[in-house]
Every structure is written in C-alpha cells, then in structure tokens.
C-alpha cells in the first residue's frame, strides 16, 4: 500500500519553507506550493502574484540541491529515495502546520510545477483525505509503467486540476491521462487540460484554472 511517509528524516527536512500572501494567522486559505527540478521555492512563490486571491496564505518548500528526487519520475520508485519519501513527508508537515494555525484540510490547496507537480499529485493520492483542491502543471504520478496504484483514499469530490502539454517532452500524455483516471477512481472531480504543442511551462489558462479552484473555496 502507497502511503506517505511520517516517520522520515532525510535530505529536505532541514531545508528552509518560504511564504507569501497573508499571514497564516489572517488567511481563510492556504495553498503549498512545490517548485521543480532545478527552480526554487520563491521561484514558484511567483504565482501568488498570478493567482491573485486575497486572503490566502501560500507556502513553498525548498528541495535539498534543488531537486525533490535525483532521477526522472518514470525512474523505480526505489531508485529515487530517499528523496522522494523526504519530499513527501515535507508536504505532510506543511499540511499539519496549517491544521495547527486553525485552517482544516477542506480550505488547502496543494500544487506545482513539473517534478513539483508530480510530487504533489503523488502526495494527494496517498494521503488518503479530501483537501481543498489539488492541480499539477506538466505532472503526474510518479513511478515506471506499470507501478501498482494501490492507494486506498478516499477523494469525493476533491478538485483536481492537471494541465500540460500534449508535446511536453519531460511529462507522457500517457501518464497525465493515467493519472486524471487512477484520481477519478478515487472519486476526485478531476478537470484535465491538454494543450496543443506548449512547451513545458505554465499558460494563462492553468493560472485561471487554479484562480476559480482558490476563489471557490
């Protein structure tokens, strides 16, 4: 059974999370942002400005090196550790920081870019509860073709958004549909966008995608 790892100390635990948006303390909601291979957390805290919501308060974890895992997100999920536990658990710590600063679940959004995005998809599927909302621009599961996906959340009606290219040369079209289905059959209200020859970067119409998911909550 995938799940998240709560009980790991490896190379991100010691790694700095940067903010932007409205304090925790003043926010009615909170979205973790998670940057990708190579970028940084103020990097992706760029999209604050983007998204453009008051009142919510946004949170970026940086990645050890940069870099959440050192191999492709197609690599064995073995060979990517103990990167890709320490990322995850990562995640976890920053959703239970906001329970503790009075936000529940219902009003977090996690998301990202590229390994980012596939770092979060992969957290929403094991973590088994219902947040607010979820997206992932250019991401999908992580792990080979193949990988079991036995997760056992529960997600009714969880917003998902995924957005990407259908020529993106890092993210296979075939794993975002792979994705869109193994979130449906845990019963997430997945939204899948696939853009005609983009590159591997973040449209206009993913950052509006996101705006309604954060000004509906």
């Keep these: ?80 550790q103990p ?9 976890y710590d920053l959703v239970t920081q906001v329970q503790e600063a009075g936000l529940p679940e219902q009003k977090i959004v996690i998301g990202g870019f590229s390994q980012g995005a596939c770092l979060a998809m992969e957290f929403v599927a094991r973590h088994g509860r219902v947040l607010g909302g979820a997206f992932a621009f250019s991401g999908g599961l992580i792990g080979p073709p193949g990988t079991p996906r036995n ?19 890092h993210i296979p079209l075939t794993r975002v549909q792979e994705t869109t289905a193994v979130l449906e059959s845990l019963d997430a209200a997945v939204t899948e966008r696939i853009y005609p020859n983009m590159g591997h970067t973040v449209n206009q119409d993913e950052i509006m995608q996101v705006r309604q998911m954060l000004e509906e909550l």
Excluded at 21 to 44: F, T, W
């Design 1 to 80: 059974m995938l799940t998240i790892p709560t009980d790991i100390a490896g190379p991100h635990q010691s790694e700095k999370t940067y903010a932007a948006g409205v304090p925790l303390s003043e926010a009615v909601a909170a979205v973790i942002l998670v940057h990708g291979r190579g970028a940084s957390a103020p990097d992706i805290l760029s999209l604050a400005d983007e998204f453009s919501v008051p009142g919510v308060a946004y949170l970026a974890p940086q990645a050890a090196g940069s870099t959440w895992y050192p191999y492709g997100f197609l690599s064995p999920l073995e060979a990517n």
């Design 83 to 91: 990167g890709l536990d320490s990322g995850l658990r990562v995640i």
């Design 151 to 169: 997760y056992t959340s529960n997600l009714t009606n969880m917003p998902i958004f995924l957005g990407c290219s259908d020529i993106d040369s």
